[in-house]
């Protein structure tokens, strides 16, 4: 088997999370959010576009527990941009910074990363690109 890439990622959010998923990861991360058919009823869950070839699905469900330590680290995303300018752009947002990495390594090899948490708990990477 030889593997391209990771076509999606899935992300469970409380029930209610929907605006605060929008308002994350699209307006303040700057990111593509797909919705209308989960507006329409015609798919359980939301997504993130990342890239012409990456999502998160998001899904909303009454069940949702914020992950821990023990289930869950984070999710790596390459990004454009430098770590300087993701900063910036993290701090005109508003998001805050949970820690910085000088060259963490990756997919693709050691690049700068920065560490923040959307509204679920969930620990996200963007890193720059190699």
Known sequence: ???RH?????LRIPEDGVDDAREFYRDRL?????????KAGE???LDVRLSATAVIHLWPTAEFEPPTATNY????VVVEE???AIETELD???VDVEETLESPLGATGEAGAVYVRDPFGYRIELKERV
């Open 82 to 84: 430098s770590v300087e």
């Open 30 to 38: 700057g990111f593509g959010i797909e919705d209308a058919r989960f």
């Open 73 to 76: 680290d984070h999710v790596a």
């Open 6 to 10: 990771i076509d999606h990622v899935n």
């Open 92 to 94: 005109a947002a508003g």
């Open 43 to 45: 798919k359980p869950f």
């Open 1 to 3: 088997m030889k593997a």
